[in-house]
């Protein structure tokens, strides 16, 4: 009898795709702004920064365990981080402290549904079946 890869449920693969994109983008898009404006003060570190996630976020996909334990701790205390910090600066009055207390909610968000939904689950549950079998 022959084993056979199960075949990941689409549910949860577009969910678990979707949310590493969210979590890419919502780290990317401030970079991308200040680029655009021209300001390259530290571009040769945040570039390392975007990469070293997006290999992260894609190895999660491919179904590494560790690289999935690392994201979802990084998404929540970054998330809480950023709250606090845009709690903080929201008392101010400025505008830009809630706009960071919305990016923290995001961060959190994501990486509690990684963990949380049933169709994320399962399909992680695949890929993670897959990637022990690859490393035998």
Same mark, same amino acid.
């Given at each position: 009898m022959s084993r056979s890869t199960p075949k990941p449920a689409p549910a949860g693969q577009t969910m678990t795709r979707t949310l590493l994109l969210l979590i890419l983008l919502t780290a990317a898009v401030p970079v991308?702004?200040?680029?655009?404006?021209?300001?390259?003060?530290?571009?040769?570190?945040?570039?390392?920064?975007l990469l070293a996630s997006a290999w992260l976020l894609w190895n999660v996909d491919k179904g590494s365990v560790l690289a999935w334990r690392v994201t979802t701790g990084l998404s929540i205390i970054t998330g809480v981080l950023a709250l606090l910090v845009g709690l903080i600066a929201g008392q101010e009055g400025t505008w830009g402290?809630?706009?960071?207390?919305?990016? $923290? %909610?995001?961060?959190? @968000?994501? $990486? %509690?549904l990684l963990? @949380?939904?049933?169709?994320?689950?399962?399909?992680?549950?695949?890929?993670?079946?897959?990637w022990r079998r690859g490393k035998r």
């Open positions: 991308l702004g200040r680029w655009i404006q021209g300001d390259f003060a530290r571009w040769l570190s945040n570039a390392l920064i402290g809630w706009v960071v207390v919305v990016v $923290g %909610l995001i961060f959190m @968000g994501c $990486g %509690l963990v @949380g939904l049933p169709d994320v689950r399962a399909y992680l549950d695949t890929r993670w079946a897959s």
